[in-house]
């Protein structure tokens, strides 16, 4: 099948960097609004600081409601580190902006120095705002819902929605448009009306007549992975949020569920891969990777060096069997894949609620038949090609074998168990299990084919 070409990004960003050079704030609207969508992302993530502090800078002076969009195309914390290099005023125009959910997860990231810069040109609702949502952990409904949506008392009427539809024409696409939401006297969520139904409906009829009450409400405090199963269950694409006195603070959507879900799949991602802190791009500060990377390698120094220790007291037995050298890694490298095996089916898991951090036991039962199995079928691979491999030493198959056989067993239990007990711990399994597991594995490896050879080989 055909691919479609894709366009080359060099002539489009020639031209926009030559617009913000000349400071032509004209040319340079009228370039974006000319340019391929789908070049716009990498062009912006492209940016060294210093083009990006001068692009924005352009673009805001004229059209600051553009320039907050272009921002879309950015992760959070490269949006974080822009802010911390634009002036002060400018940053807070930009996070005016901004939708509630979007601003609120770059104010996360800002260090103090710009966040109390920012403060003082920031309108205090905003601030209020900060306040209230900063609460909430990553993980639960509260940290995505969006703040922007129309609510109007129980008693209000079609010609007061109409009213209030054209006081906030500047600021309705940011708004949830297709429900209405109602309060009591009391200010507590009275219900939600869906807004095609109100279209053709004459001026003095209640909005109250067309509520729906088939609409579910969620807390602030619900997991994301609950969230999704509320979704999953009911035909609506966007639920109210209501704290426990029953007023509403805000509404959550699929897509910002969707957004969530993967933004957490792409982290734990990149954390397997020894990247902390979120996504890295290589136009990002210097420091700011380098440390990143080295908060993964420096404790992996440790937890490495821990492992190979084990070497060091057999160090004999290796002087005599030097051919073990060949089966060390081998053993140590496969316990390691099927123990990571595990703890990838507990993390996931773990995240769709499937099982508790008290359900030790359980994984233990269901994953020793799987370590036996694979223990006995890898073993006897690995004992086949240390009888080809030929030795002096007839029993150095069942050695390597029966070695392979227990250190798999080991590893699947702990792979399975880690992430419950880490999590019980208050750490992240994601970030920890692996180069965890990846430490006991290659420990209990190497012990084990060393000691079984000093005990069977040597006697």
């Not at 802010?83 to 770059?106: K, T």
């Not at 309705?172 to 139904?197: K, M, N, S």
């Not at 404790?299 to 069997?321: G, H, N, R, T």
Request: proline letters at 6%; charged letters at 20%; aromatic letters at 6%.
């Amino acid at each position: 099948m055909p691919q479609t070409p894709i366009p080359d990004t060099g002539p489009y960003e020639t031209a926009l960097l030559s617009s913000v050079k000349a400071g032509d704030g004209v040319r340079l609207v009228a370039l974006l609004s000319g340019m391929p969508v789908t070049l716009v992302g990498p062009i912006l993530r492209g940016l060294e600081p210093g083009q990006a502090v001068a692009f924005w800078t352009l673009l805001a002076k004229d059209h600051p409601r553009q320039a907050a969009d272009m921002l879309d195309h950015l992760p959070d914390p490269h949006i974080a580190t822009l802010l911390q290099a634009l002036p002060d005023e400018l940053g807070a125009q930009l996070l005016e902006e901004m939708e509630s959910d979007d601003r609120c997860d770059v104010m996360a990231l800002l260090d103090a120095p710009t966040w109390m810069g920012l403060k003082h040109h920031l309108p205090e609702a905003l601030q209020l705002e900060w306040g209230q949502l900063r609460q909430y952990e990553a993980d639960v409904t509260g940290s995505i819902l969006k703040t922007e949506r129309l609510a109007l008392s129980h008693q209000a009427t079609v010609a007061d929605l109409v009213e209030a539809l054209r006081q906030r024409d500047e600021q309705i696409e940011h708004f949830e448009t297709r429900y209405l939401y109602l309060y009591d006297d009391q200010g507590r969520h009275f219900g939600a009306v869906p807004l095609r139904r109100l279209l053709l409906e004459p001026g003095h009829r209640q909005l109250r007549d067309w509520v729906d009450t088939g609409v579910p409400t969620v807390t602030p405090e619900l997991p994301i992975a609950e969230l999704k199963g509320v979704f999953d269950h009911v035909r609506y694409s966007v639920l109210p949020v209501v704290d426990d006195q029953g007023k509403l603070q805000g509404v959550v959507d699929q897509q910002d569920l969707q957004e969530a879900l993967f933004e957490e799949a792409e982290k734990a991602s990149l954390e397997r891969g020894g990247i902390f802190g979120g996504e890295e791009l290589r136009s990002m500060p210097l420091a700011s990777r380098g440390l990143r990377r080295l908060a993964f390698l420096l404790p992996s120094v440790v937890l490495s060096y821990a492992a190979v220790s084990v070497i060091a007291w057999y160090e004999p037995v290796l002087e005599e069997l030097v051919i073990l050298a060949a089966f060390l890694p081998l053993v140590a490298n496969l316990s390691g894949a099927v123990g990571n095996q595990a703890v990838a089916v507990s993390i996931r898991e773990l995240a769709v609620d499937r099982i508790g951090t008290g359900a030790v036991g359980k994984v233990v039962r269901k994953e020793w038949p799987i370590g036996l199995m694979v223990g006995l079928v890898i073993g006897g691979v690995l004992s086949l090609l240390a009888l080809l491999r030929g030795s002096a030493e007839p029993a150095l198959p069942l050695v390597v074998g029966g070695a392979y056989a227990l250190s798999s067993m080991v590893a699947v239990l702990l792979g399975g168990a880690l992430p419950l007990w880490l999590r019980r711990w208050g750490m992240d399994p994601a970030m920890l299990a692996s180069p965890v597991l990846t430490t006991l594995t290659d420990a209990t490896a190497f012990f084990l084919v060393l000691f079984l050879a000093q005990w069977v080989l040597l006697g």
